[in-house]
């Protein structure tokens, strides 16, 4: 992924050179002759398009795998680069003066600032890079005698690598994110299997003296018995098994008789019932009926079997907490252990701990022996560390190759770091897999509580940062976290800065990408995808800016921009073709959102029908009672509402019920799962698609990129398709020429 961004940045890598170049040219024309200063430039640029040719090669890297030869041969084309641009400075400033000098070094600056922010994605060439030119400019000014320059160079090198190292990691951190989406593809499963299966109900009924009357044949089979064997018997009896005769009765079957006793309606009561020596779920709804004098006359009620489901319930619950490749404590359920361990810490005024562990050297046991090694690593290492833990302390994994301990009571100072050494130490001893003998070290930082973070998202991300200098300093150590490693935040400061000013300066564009017609391939609507190039930051990918928007709520007017810009784009297509708009959960908080519709549409004169509003089920988790009202308001102007990245939570099912959305899109990781063979995926998908027909709602399959994965989905019977195969996101001028690409094929046809 980092390196098949590079093929992208080709273009604006060459014009940022070329513009140096030529700066560099026009300050030193007067001073060296001008046929040496071209042979410079024409060295530089055949560096320069022999590395351009390289990168483009490495276009799909994020869809294989790379070899060491390829990376040393994009090291090796930056390294060039950067020798080549040292000559300025090396060998012509000799000639001009020292007002030339420093134009050269503010030259030379401004390129290793624009290398560390646009190929921030790729540190090692970055770091290499900012090093040589700094090391150039330094010499060059000690050699003239100019310390004080030499120094602000030397500074200047060191802060850029430093910030290219930082922004490397958090653009990786974010595609490892992504990584998590596949992991909840089995919660789903469970969730889609449990509606299938849920047609399972009977009725029954008891007179009363709570004895079973009117048995039904769904009843009795439940029940296991013959209708005429339980006709009269008492329903508690019937269900309690052994434990009748005992007296000692489970506390659900106390209080489905508490209130048969009093009478009392009831709905949904889970009753574990007693069948054969086997224990069963039941799920029993019932109210008392009377005759017609106002009598009592005993209950009548529904019932099911939801066994099944409750143990998938448990095991969704399980999932939600555990880790299911080292069976350890996610980061769910430490983050719960955490804020447990703080509020403790908080009531008697002691001290408590979140350690954060990175393997050192993993990478090369994925990358040399394969992942199946690896996962057995991993479990290895979870094994240890378990064996580690004492009643005191809580081990889980929070992904990939990091680890956490909370520790609840680190009122002694010594324990925090007696506890890191001791992962260290252990998790650097050798390890046996497959016959193989691998060695992996371990980096811990840490952050204690309420001293360095009275939050536990403040203690967890400053233990982040702690760790992070574990590592830069070499790894295998301890490092507590310090207020100086705040650095990071200085840059999520200036980016909200920028993000604020934004809209004014006009800065955002929209992106359109085109849904088609699974059968015919028509373009029937297309989705707006919100662009940002920032006057400070360059290219901003929408991953790292509309997270900062929701939490600053910037959303809200943003969100409005987008959603006029792209009604009054869309009257300029056929009138066939729908715009969906992506609509976050603060901006179906806004109690106006509803009237902001209301004028885009006016405003545009878009009629109604051809707007589609795309929503995740996360906007439910906050306030979905008024999220869902939102959107009844919306859908009752005749806009439709799409539900995004189906399958990737944990209760969609629920909102389905409360919702009748126009359109399911099947997440992109089941369309590829399904088109490689998946079981499960084909399930989901199948299963997806049937209930959105039964539900009259259409389904679109999001992230067709293969000819494979459109005649799969094809087969599964999804009406719509997104994806890279019919179109990536384009510019407005580019979806109108589409239309105009169409209607001139249709000509010639004709």
Not at 195 to 221: C, H, I, K, N, Y
Not at 396 to 412: H, K, Q, Y
Not at 619 to 638: C, H, K, N, P, Y
Request: aromatic residues 8%.
């Amino acid at each position: 992924m980092q390196y098949s961004s590079l093929a992208r940045l080709t273009a604006v890598r060459m014009l940022a050179h070329g513009l140096s170049a030529l700066l560099v040219v026009q300050a030193l024309s007067s001073a060296i002759n001008i046929l040496i200063l071209l042979a410079w430039v024409a060295i530089l640029f055949g560096v320069l398009i022999y590395g351009a040719r390289f990168d483009r090669s490495l276009e799909d890297a994020d869809r294989r795998r790379m070899t060491r030869q390829e990376i040393h041969y994009q090291t090796v084309s930056t390294v060039l680069s950067a020798l080549v641009w040292t000559v300025p400075m090396l060998a012509f400033s000799p000639f001009g003066s020292e007002e030339q000098r420093l134009v050269l070094w503010a030259i030379m600056a401004m390129l290793m600032a624009g290398t560390a922010v646009a190929f921030a994605a790729v540190p090692l060439g970055t770091v290499l890079f900012c090093a040589i030119l700094g090391l150039s400019g330094v010499a060059t000014f000690a050699f003239y005698g100019a310390y004080v320059a030499a120094a602000v160079a030397c500074t200047f090198a060191i802060v850029v690598a430093i910030g290219s190292l930082e922004a490397a990691r958090t653009f990786i951190g974010g595609k490892v994110a992504e990584a998590g989406v596949a992991e909840k593809s089995e919660v789903v499963s469970l969730l889609l299997r449990e509606f299938e299966e849920g047609e399972a109900d009977w009725l029954w009924q008891v007179d009363t003296a709570r004895r079973v009357r009117s048995v039904s044949p769904r009843f009795a089979f439940a029940l296991g018995q013959d209708p005429e064997d339980i006709d009269g018997k008492p329903l508690i009896q019937l269900i309690a098994g052994p434990s009748w005769e005992s007296g000692h009765f489970h506390s659900s079957l106390h209080d489905l008789a508490e209130k048969l006793k009093r009478r009392e309606s009831f709905a949904n009561l889970l009753v574990r019932v007693t069948l054969h020596g086997n224990h069963r779920w039941w799920e029993l709804s019932a109210s008392p009926k009377v005759d017609d004098n106002g009598n009592f006359t005993g209950f009548r009620g529904v019932g099911s079997d939801v066994t099944e489901q409750r143990e998938s319930s448990e095991k969704i619950a399980y999932l939600a907490r555990y880790d299911t490749l080292t069976r350890l404590p996610n980061r769910m359920m430490l983050t719960e252990a955490l804020g447990d361990a703080m509020r403790a810490a908080d009531q008697w005024r002691t001290r408590c701990a979140f350690l954060m562990i990175d393997l050192d050297r993993f990478k090369a046991v994925n990358d040399t022996l394969g992942h199946l090694v690896g996962d057995q690593l991993l479990a290895m290492v979870s094994d240890r560390l378990k064996a580690l833990m004492t009643e005191n302390e809580l081990c889980g994994r929070l992904g990939g190759d990091e680890f956490a301990i909370v520790i609840r009571d680190a009122s002694d100072s010594e324990r925090t770091h007696a506890v890191a050494q001791a992962v260290i130490y252990t998790l650097s001893q050798p390890y046996e897999v497959d016959h193989h003998t691998l060695y992996v070290g371990a980096s811990v930082g840490s952050a204690i509580g309420p001293r360095d973070g009275a939050t536990v998202e403040t203690l967890m991300r400053n233990a982040d940062l702690a760790l992070y200098r574990a590592k830069d300093e070499g790894g295998g150590q301890h490092c507590t976290y310090e207020p100086s490693l705040h650095a990071h935040a200085e840059e999520r400061r200036k980016l909200e800065f920028s993000l604020r000013r934004a809209l004014e300066r006009n800065e955002f564009a929209l992106h359109y990408q085109p849904v088609v017609d699974a059968t015919s391939e028509q373009v029937l609507s297309f989705e707006a995808l919100l662009r940002w190039n920032s006057a400070e930051h360059g290219f901003v990918s929408p991953a790292k800016f509309i997270p900062l928007a929701e939490d600053t709520r910037l959303i809200v007017p943003i969100g409005e921009w987008v959603l006029r810009t792209a009604c009054l784009e869309a009257v300029n297509w056929p009138g066939h073709v729908k715009v969906a708009v992506n609509v976050s959960g603060e901006q179906l908080l806004d109690p106006y959102f509803a009237e902001v519709v209301v004028s885009a549409l006016s405003a545009s004169g878009l009629p109604p029908h051809r707007l589609e509003i795309e929503v995740t089920e996360s906007i439910f988790v906050r306030d979905g009672t008024t999220a869902q009202m939102t959107l009844e308001r919306i859908m009752s102007l005749g806009c439709g509402v799409a539900l995004d990245d189906f399958g990737t939570g944990y209760s969609s099912l629920g909102y389905l019920r409360k919702m009748r959305f126009s359109t399911i899109k099947v997440d992109r990781s089941f369309v590829q799962g399904a088109a490689r063979g998946n079981a499960e995926s084909l399930a989901i998908v199948r299963a997806v698609v049937a209930m959105a027909d039964s539900l009259e709602m259409s389904t679109t399959a999001e992230g067709v990129e293969t000819e494979a994965e459109l005649e799969t989905i094809r087969r599964l019977g999804c009406k719509k398709i997104q994806g890279y195969f019919f179109g990536r996101p384009m510019s407005a001028i580019d979806a109108r020429g589409l239309f105009g690409q169409l209607a001139y094929r249709e000509r010639g046809a004709a």
